[in-house]
């Protein structure tokens, strides 16, 4: 963790850190996700995506940003200290920070493909569980926390009896199960789809749209949807 003093009687500003808060290990360099190894840490990835994104490369910034993020929420997930937590956020702040006009707008757009195209996301994430999960200490986000500062961390600093395989698990299967086309429709959709029959979802409640057939309806774009007889608008 970063703490800042300043002072009443003099403009002057002092960095307290803890060693080894979002430290680097490894200059893993612009690589390719199938070039990563489960001892790169987030503040690593993270140095790599940085590197691709100075050579305009923002299909591997994409994909190591993707395993920087999960690796993140793995980290998360384990270590005890609440207040370490916000290391990922830092990193991520870190980076955009470096990012402006074009080249953010481009790295976004990146980021909405890798999320959204089967392809794509399929593609790391076969290459993500083939890394597996990370295989090295925190120290980058336990150095972060308070309890660093303070003195106050015990042990190793994780959460006792923490599961790796089934945390690994879900949280990959959660980030990579990418939803078909329809489902993303149906989560935006205007519409419900019941046994009984399709209903409009309004700021004033349900109503039932009586001519829709729900065995044919399907979920358009926007406020759309259609069933074998008609296009509806919400």
Known sequence: IALRSISAQQPEVTNFSTKGNLQSTYDV????????????????????????LRKGNMEKAA???TLAWIYGRFDIARVADPT???AVLVLSMQLMDELQGDKKRAFH??????????AILGRDCK????VGPPNYHPV??????????????????????????????AIVNDFCNVKSKEDQ???????DVESNGVWYRSPWGRKKVEAADPATFE????????????????
């Open 185 to 191: 429709r149906r989560s935006k959709s205007v519409f």
């Open 63 to 65: 994909s190591l940003a």
């Open 109 to 118: 757009d990146a980021l909405q493909r890798e999320q959204s195209d089967p």
């Open 84 to 86: 370490a937590h916000q």
């Open 219 to 234: 979920f358009l774009d926007g406020a759309y949807g259609r069933d074998q007889n008609h296009v509806y608008f919400g």
């Open 140 to 169: 980058y986000m336990l150095q972060h926390g308070m309890d660093a500062f303070v003195g106050n961390s015990n042990g190793n600093g994780l959460v006792p009896g923490f599961d790796q395989e089934s945390n690994w698990n």
């Open 29 to 52: 360099g612009c690589i390719d996700i199938e070039s990563a190894r489960n001892v790169y840490t987030p503040a690593d990835l993270d140095r790599g995506v940085a590197q691709c």
């Open 127 to 130: 290459q993500i569980r083939h």
